[in-house]
């Protein structure tokens, strides 16, 4: 009866409050961002720059995206420097000085949790590494948790009329998250151990989270296409029997992975680096629940 009561009052409260929080203009970088945000502040105008198929490094800074920044009270990124490419770009163009300063409406979610795989010195023979670490931190289940709940205090800071409806909004979240956490963790069982080769880092914290090993990398450094030698030597290693798959995003070239499990007879699995990333990723929660059905038929498969 607690959780339904509660679920009742945010409903009243999103009624009574509808076109306070629809004059917000929010602005993602990707689409977990846009999701997060829609759990949050649901009748806010959000917008995504990037969808799960598209690579978040590389983004032209578009008239359209210019545009929209321009309108926004407040953007949502990755951090650790995922956008760097483009971000500074599109600011600049927006001239939207509200959202160049975190101290005001730019959050980058990775400056509120402990990121994997931080580099103290980097350099370009490294590759195309992120000395802040991992940015892709919306596959840890508790990272996107203590994110909400620093998104929620930007979003009071922005607009403090609405601050109970904001902490009610993320009260329900945080009931909801916290019992598919505790779903996933029972899938999450049936992966200890698994072992695969993957492309890029893009999910090192779902291998984190699930104590998947990813043994190699389809890239020979981060950033730069499989090569035929590199190629050779990864079919080697699958050869000794121990992994169970090749894992690559939605958004990957497929090419590498295809030919190492054509000749080596492991079977591909393309995961959604984010929401929409597949038909049946259409929310946070449903990309969880997605991604470790995919990586649990797979794993049973080679077992």
Known sequence: MRINFK???SSVLLTLNHSALAQMNI????????????????DARIYSATTAMQDPHQVQ????L????????LVICAGADLEIGWLPMLQMKAANAQVRSTDKGLFFAAEHVKTLDQ???????????????NPHVHFSPQRVLDIARALTSKLIQLDAQQSELYQQLLENFAERWQLAM????????????MKVIAYHSSFRYLFNFTSIEQVADLEPKPGLPPT????????????????SAIIIASYQDQRGAKWLAEKSSLPVIVLPL?????????????LYDNVLDLLIKVNNTQK
């Not at 997060?36 to 502040?41: F, N, R, V």
């Not at 210019?66 to 009270?73: L, P, T």
């Not at 190629?231 to 699958?238: D, G, I, M, Y």
């Open 7 to 9: 679920l009742l009052l």
């Open 61 to 64: 800074a578009r008239p359209s």
């Open 228 to 243: 035929s030698s590199h190629l050779a030597s990864l079919l080697k290693q699958a050869g000794k029997g121990d992994i």
């Open 27 to 42: 602005f993602t970088c990707e689409p977990e961002y846009a999701a997060l945000a829609k759990e949050l502040a649901p």
């Open 274 to 286: 984010s929401v929409g990333g597949n038909e049946q990723s259409t929310d946070l929660f449903s």
């Open 119 to 133: 580099v103290s010195n980097v350099d370009r023979s490294m590759g195309d590494v992120h000395s802040s670490g």
């Open 182 to 193: 505790s779903k996933w963790q029972i899938k999450v069982s049936h992966l200890q151990g």
């Open 66 to 73: 210019i545009a929209k920044m321009r309108q926004a009270d």
